[in-house]
């Protein structure tokens, strides 16, 4: 579903931030992406939104290279790339149910969605997301009252209002207690399941990479040092990741 | 010398020696003397003579007493122009607001499409604050006549000022983190503005507002004075008169609107907080 080759960014100053980055991501899949500060995680997922311009490589969505589209093309084909925060990003003033709804935006006429707010279904749909991240009581609380851990659980489903086939998390759990944490990652691999998601997200909790990954991708100085399923990752591969970074 | 046994007896920073700590003390006096003479020179330049106050504090007494009791009978007759009043502030807002809005939006680095249009509109802002909201109604009186009406475009105008740039700052210390979210999710620009920067700073822009109501109908009653109509005029048409028992009632009036207005617009902004 995502599949990117021969990834590589240079910035101007010279730094190679990423080399020949290579992974898979099928529907259905959860993928994490360990590696330590500095590594190329974030940089990776920036280059896949196209925040950020690849030097070079391709980003295949679907049957789709990101890398070669741009403007209005572009807008249209990131409509199946949603992506999740560490922080959960929502407009705090408004309910939780528009932030949900907010994220079925780019798929409705833009004069309609300026006056006249979205369509009823797209509410209804608003509110089955809610539901399925379990928090369909609190559609009409205003954003900005949650805590950190349901604010990321609207995250989810404002995502989940894209219809993503891709679904890209920076570190979802990094400002979370270990139980949220435990409910957010529990989340994904359910969506991962039920929706044919293909996820994939970037985490510094080792535990829980191997608790709900399918398959772990090892990052370190912007090129792959593992790409394999969870239960052949070893440990001593994981902390290899981090003992180099500090060298 | 003292420097050679450094080592062993380090000098504490800030502690200066015998000479530094003259000079200290010689500035501080200097400063301390020019103090008092610009003082000094404001008392002379606004020909300050407090015994005139005392001698002539009986005036003021007699000038008060045939201002009461203040003459209610009068009340009705200042119901028009209290209205006008009130209403040259809230039309001088609204023109404010509408100008203001489009302003500051280029004028918030954030958001600004380009560095000229930024500095332009900050220039635009900036001239209208610094002509007072009088000498825009000078202008505006020799294009549209006298009245109310270039009383509410001198206060729209000179509203701008200090709308366009709290705006400006409103959006600017805006938390953008919720804004990339949306326009990543593919939503237009368009969309993320009504969707995501409007209800983000809405509460805000009004609360803004409404303090400028509150301003703007302090300034209205001052414009009266000088032509533009409602109880300002009025006030002045009675001074001139001698009729000091309705310019009592008139300042009663004025009070309550003022403390009203500040009120209404304190109790608002709390609301929308």
Known sequence: MLRVCGLSLRYPNGKVALADFGLTVEAGELVVVLGGNGSGKTTLLRCITRTLKPTSGEIWLGNTDLCALAGEKLRRARLELAMVWQHASLVRRSSVLSNVANGALGRHSTLRTVFAGLPAEELEAARRHLADVGLADLAEQRAGTLSGGQAQRVAIARALAQQPRVLLADEPVASLDPQAAEEIMRLLQRLARSER??????????????????RVVGIRQGRIAFDLPCAQVSREAVRGLYIGEAA | ??????????????????????????VRCVLILLSIAVVIQALIVVEARPQDLITGVSGMADLIRRAMPPDFSRLPSTFWPTLQTVDIALFGTLVGVVIALPLALLAAANMTPSRYAYYASRAIIGLT??????????????????????GGLALGVHSVGMLGRLFAETIEHMDMAPIHALELTGARRIQVFCHGIVPTILPSLLGISLYRLDENIRSSLVLGFVGAGGIGFQLLTA???????????????????????????????????
């Open chain 1, 197 to 214: 998601i293909a996820v994939l997200c970037v985490l510094h909790q080792v535990e829980l990479a191997y608790t709900y990954a399918d």
């Open chain 2, 1 to 26: 010398m003292n420097l050679n046994v450094a080592p062993t007896a380090p000098q504490t920073v800030g502690e200066p020696n015998g000479w530094g700590r003259a000079v200290t003390i010689a």
């Open chain 2, 129 to 150: 604050r610094a002509v007072p909201d009088l000498v825009w109604a000078l202008l505006f009186v020799t294009a549209v006549g006298l009245g109310p009406f270039p």
């Open chain 2, 239 to 273: 001074m001139n008169l001698f009729q000091y028992q309705e310019v009592s009632l008139l300042l009663i009036i004025i009070f309550v609107i003022v403390l009203t207005a500040e009120r209404l617009s304190a109790a608002l902004r709390e609301r929308l907080a």
